[in-house]
């Protein structure tokens, strides 16, 4: 079964980068069977999509984060992470990443990340 697991720092100082690393269990992200999603759910509002990492490794990033957001994939750890930089307190949110291959979802539990001085 596909399992992934959310992990970061939980707090973050404005200005600062956040990194969140997805382990991923009972797959491997080297193959194409899976497209890897994150998306974040603050206080009080609803899902917001920030972007995918494609199974051919091409990242696409919701434009109101693109210019300050990147994804990447360690194949050797079996992990997919996302970057975001100059953080704010309006990115403080649950975030949760997400393994679907058209039939199925995946997610992981989510983890909190509040955004502090």
């Known amino acids: 079964q596909v399992r992934l697991q959310e992990s970061g720092p939980g707090l973050v100082k404005p200005s600062q980068t956040l990194s969140l690393t997805c382990t991923v269990s009972?797959?491997?992200?080297?193959?194409?069977?899976?497209?890897y999603t994150w998306l974040r759910q603050a206080p009080g509002k609803g899902l917001e999509w920030m972007g995918i990492l494609s199974d051919d490794g091409t990242a696409y990033i919701s434009p109101s984060l693109k210019s300050r957001t990147s994804f990447s994939k360690d194949t050797a750890k079996n992990q997919f992470s996302l970057q975001l930089n100059s953080v704010t307190p309006n990115d403080t949110a649950m975030y949760y990443c997400v393994a679907q291959d058209g039939l199925s979802d995946y997610w992981g539990q989510g983890t909190q990340v509040t955004v502090s001085s």
């Open positions: 009972g797959t491997s992200v080297s193959t194409s069977q899976y497209i």
